[in-house]
């Protein structure tokens, strides 16, 4: 079993806030490792259980609807989050570069001029939302990484948005089939929106010039256009909405502790790196992954026939004691952990499908929340109202609204 370090230092902000989005459900300790629902549903709540189950080359990727994709005729090949084998490691190798430390460095300029214009602009208006102002950035930026900056209309933001609001439940086997026929027809209308008004015309605009992007790329591949449209769904909605959900966790976090901020707005990349892996490792925006089991498996010593669905509690893992210490449901950045365990615990995943955007997640998200916090006189006018959103099976913050400056007027930090 994997065990913590003994006598770890003390945290310098044991006491603070653990997390803001968990739901009022039983702690983690008092719950057993794996469990079986009145479902037949493997619910997994230990940290070394959910990351074998995700590392296991026996399952198979069954959660945001994955098994509903492959099902559905006419995609060609399947997009890389639902691929699985050599095909899928042979994907994720050729778009790496996309999405290494050195690449996403090279984003930066793009990602702090995308954060200057919306400060400004929260300056000049005097009072915004923060969670209108992170999902801009979010699109802003997975939108130059993936390609589509040819859109014929504004409000990319909203399109993206659509997929995942209103929706029902993802999990496998929840929706029954005319609730599912209607959330099909809906998906469908806003996909073939979604094509006709982002995706087609960047893809042409592309097959006229190619450019250093994930569309270029698959165009190089020889995809066709339904099979760029699926890739821009997985890596674009994906990376949007959740980074999207965490700048907004991590601010209210920062915003919410008068230390921890002075300490993120004035540590080194890396001290703030640690701070926000901490926050996240707490606030993980998918809090429920799925796995299928292509074959019979073992978990903690149960078996676990083929077939079963296996839902990973992400909350419950990152907050295990037996890895991440007593004070498991503390916020304690850099806190010492075992030999191979990350810092964010689980909320990238594991395995070979580890969430490919982490890096770019991190990176944009401090380059954004240091320019905001360096300005003293940024205030919280309405902290966020908490909701739940089934599809990704992750936390909604809304109504987050901040002043920057009395009077529209502010200036910086020290």
Partial sequence: MTTPPSDPPR???????????????????????????????????????ARDILRSEAVRQAGFMAEAAREMGGLGRPPVLFEEGETHHEMRRSTARYFTPTQVAGYGPTIAAFADDLIAELARRGEMKLDDLSLRLAVGVAAQVVGLTDSRLPGLERRVIAFVEGGGDSEPGRVGPERGRVEGLRQQAQMALFF???????IEARRRARRDDLISHLLDRGYGEVEILTECLTYGT?????????ISAA??????????????????????????????????VVTTLYRRAAA???????????????????????????????????????????????????????????????????????????????????????????????????????????????????????
């Fill in 11 to 49: 945290c310098p902000f044991t006491g603070q806030a653990a997390s803001l989005t968990r739901r009022g459900d039983l702690p983690a300790e008092s719950l057993p490792e794996i469990e079986v629902d009145e479902r037949g549903v493997y619910r997994v709540h230990a940290f070394g259980a």
């Fill in 196 to 202: 006709l008004l982002d995706v087609k015309p960047a």
């Fill in 238 to 246: 994906a990376g949007m909405v959740t980074t999207r959900e965490f």
């Fill in 251 to 284: 601010a209210w976090h920062l915003l919410r502790d008068p230390e921890l901020r002075a300490s993120y707005v004035h540590g080194t990349e890396r001290e703030r790196h640690a701070i926000l892996h901490e926050i996240l490792r707490l606030e993980p």
């Fill in 296 to 414: 019979e498996l073992t978990v903690e010593g149960r078996s676990v026939p083929a077939g079963s669905l296996l839902a990973l509690n992400i909350q419950h893992a990152n907050v295990d004691p037996e890895v991440m210490g007593e004070d498991a449901a503390q916020l304690c950045p850099a806190r010492p952990l075992p030999r191979g365990v990350q810092p964010q615990g689980l909320s990238f995943g594991d395995g070979h499908h580890r969430c490919p955007g982490a890096f770019l997640a991190i990176k944009e998200s401090d380059v954004f929340l240091r320019r905001l916090l360096m300005w003293r006189d940024l205030e919280v006018v309405s902290e966020p109202r908490l909701g739940y959103n089934e599809v990704v099976k992750g936390y909604e913050l809304r109504g987050f609204r901040v002043r920057l400056g009395r009077g529209g007027r502010a200036r910086p930090g020290a």
